[in-house]
């Protein structure tokens, strides 16, 4: 009779489980009108309108993008979520800042501000601007408002954007979103 025998777990793979169980179960599933998604490498979890599609989490990167399904030719709302490593020292308005610097160096972006804001008893980091890109010879403007958050090993970056002029009508879909957002703290 053949006996099944498997290795020991690491510990940094029981580690690993640890904080994927940690974050799906803190995700707030409350409101059927949003899909989870979870990214268990990087420990996070967006919740995204279900009218909205999630793309591929694109490892090398170390993001993914969710879009807004609307007709064939229109600027759409957008959420990426990028993950990057810790900068020892650097909280949430460091982080904020220093967005903001390097965004006012480049000539596409405007009215960059750098603020932060509390979510669920926590810091945030807050980056708004204007992005104006060329497409089919015409000058397009998106509006991005970005999330900042600093967890236990990663920061997690939640760029929000909307055409200028339909923004304001996403605003708050956005600040739901960012206030669902489950990282490992």
Same mark, same amino acid.
């Given at each position: 009779m053949a006996r099944y025998t498997s290795r020991p777990a690491s510990r940094s793979e029981l580690e690993a489980n640890l904080n994927r169980a940690t974050v799906v179960g803190s995700v707030d599933r409350s409101d059927a009108s949003m899909e989870t998604y979870v990214q268990g490498e990087?420990?996070?979890?967006?919740?995204?309108?279900?009218?909205w599609r999630a793309g591929a989490w694109n490892a090398a990167?170390?993001?993914?993008?969710?879009?807004?399904?609307?007709p064939a030719g229109q600027a759409c709302p957008t959420l990426q979520v990028?993950?990057?490593?810790?900068?020892? %020292?650097? %909280?949430?308005?460091?982080?904020?800042?220093?967005?903001?610097?390097?965004l006012d160096l480049q000539p596409v972006?405007?009215?960059v501000?750098?603020?932060?804001?509390?979510?669920?008893?926590?810091?945030? %980091?807050?980056?708004e601007h204007l992005f104006d890109q060329t497409v089919k010879g015409e000058i397009e403007t998106a509006r991005h408002i970005?999330?900042?958050f600093v967890g236990r090993i990663h920061r997690f970056h939640l760029d929000f954007s909307a055409p200028a002029?339909?923004?304001d009508a996403h605003q708050g879909l956005f600040a739901a979103m960012a206030e669902l957002?489950?990282?490992l703290r």
């Open positions: 990087t420990f996070f979890a967006v919740r995204y309108p279900r009218t990167d170390r993001r993914v993008e969710f879009t807004a399904d609307c990028s993950v990057y490593d810790l900068a020892e %020292g650097k %909280g949430p308005q460091q982080y904020a800042e220093d967005l903001a610097h390097s972006y405007r009215e501000r750098a603020t932060t804001t509390t979510i669920d008893s926590v810091t945030a %980091g807050v980056v970005e999330y900042i002029d339909r923004f957002f489950t990282y």
